[in-house]
């Protein structure tokens, strides 16, 4: 019986570390896709200002209807705080909205602070400039992005194989 119950514990002990390794590879292709997401989103924002001719807090309004959660649910918060005309600024409803908004995602906290930082130097009347500012962050993301892709699907699989390589020492370690 003890040699049976010990069998079922090294299985689960293998399994779970090979579950480990999958859920890292996981984890690594959704913070991946989220960037992707939110090049997105800068683009659509990038739209709205130079085409649309809209003033900030008017884009978030049109971005709380094209984007998914979180984003939606910022953007939203983002227009009505600045409807109710409280006194702060753009910049700081923006930063502070965006980064309570951000925080489970799986993506590391210098892109979140990126994201949500956006609009830290006062938003400027011109929509050139806000439009220039929106490039400059979209092609830091777009590198962070290509970089990402490159390693991407080496680092899933090394965190697979090593997420088995330590059920199978563990295995052997007890046996």
């Known amino acids: 019986m003890a040699a ?29 896709a989220q960037l992707r997401y939110m090049n997105r989103i800068l683009e ?33 918060e983002i227009y009505e705080t600045m409807r109710e005309n409280t006194g702060e600024s753009f910049s700081r409803v923006y930063c502070q909205v965006m980064e309570r908004h951000m925080r489970e995602l799986a993506v590391r906290p210098e892109e979140k602070r990126l994201f949500a930082g956006l609009f830290a130097q006062e938003a400027s009347p011109d929509g050139a ?6 490039e400059q962050y979209r092609e830091e993301l777009g590198e962070k992005i290509e970089r990402l892709e490159r390693e991407s699907a080496e680092k899933s699989r090394m965190a697979m194989g090593l997420g088995v390589m330590c059920g199978l020492l563990l295995i052997v370690l007890f046996l």
Do not use: D, H, N
């Open 129 to 134: 400039l806000q439009v220039r500012s929106l």
């Open 44 to 76: 659509m924002l990038m739209s709205e200002v130079r085409f649309g001719r809209c003033t900030l807090p008017e884009c978030c309004w049109r971005m709380a209807a094209r984007t998914r959660e979180p984003y939606r649910g910022a953007f939203q």
């Open 4 to 32: 049976w119950i010990k069998g079922i514990g090294l299985l689960l002990m293998g399994l779970g570390s090979s579950g480990l390794g999958v859920w890292y590879g996981l984890r690594f292709q959704e913070r991946l």
